[in-house]
């Protein structure tokens, strides 16, 4: 396993800035690690939410759309095309991400050779339950179908046993799937 020593650019994609556990537990990871030495960059959707107070600012770059707001399907597109646009601009060494749909994203411009960063993405609870429970069964069915993509990055990092064996039985390279309790440790 390589290490990402300090000084090294690290991003870390967020949706947004809302209250949810997952924001806040990637938030108290970046400025772990920015104290810790790292060069770490918060690339979000939308710079709003509960806990843009918390969050340290100047780290905190923002794809909001400006030129097709209010069309939400052009408005994501226009989203990631900025978003891949920072990213090879930047030349992270390691891009964290910790939602499904940006977990997928990422995996797909990694497929595209869009991006050559390390991927690392997290899954924090059980996918086919956690996926039914908060997009719907199409969106599950959907997401199901979209897995395939995780053989893409360079890693998934679970925190449950559940998680663990779910991801091993649907990926061929299985030593990719990791325990890890925490953003803060970067090994990988």
Do not use: W
Request: charged share 25%; hydrophobic share 45%; glycine share 4%.
């Amino acid at each position: 396993m390589a290490n990402i020593s300090k000084n090294k650019k690290i991003a870390i994609i967020l949706p947004d800035l809302s209250v949810i556990g997952g924001q806040r537990y990637a938030l108290k990871a970046a400025e772990n690690l920015i104290v810790r030495g790292y060069y770490v960059h918060i690339l979000v959707f939308y710079k709003e939410g509960g806990f843009l107070c918390e969050a340290p600012m100047d780290n905190i770059f923002s794809f909001t759309p400006v030129i097709f707001r209010k069309i939400r399907v052009i408005n994501v597109i226009e989203s990631l095309f900025y978003l891949c646009k920072k990213l090879r601009s930047e030349k992270y060494d390691a891009v964290l991400s910790i939602t499904p749909f940006f977990n997928r994203v990422l995996c797909l411009f990694k497929l595209l050779k869009l991006i050559k960063e390390k991927l690392v993405i997290e899954e924090h609870a059980y996918p086919p339950v956690s996926f039914k429970d908060e997009f719907g069964s199409f969106a599950a069915r959907l997401y199901k179908f979209s897995e395939f993509l995780y053989n893409y990055c360079d890693l998934i990092r679970v925190q449950t046993q559940d998680a663990y064996e779910y991801y091993y039985d649907i990926l061929h390279k299985k030593e990719k799937i990791k325990f890890f309790p925490s953003l803060h440790d970067l090994s990988f």
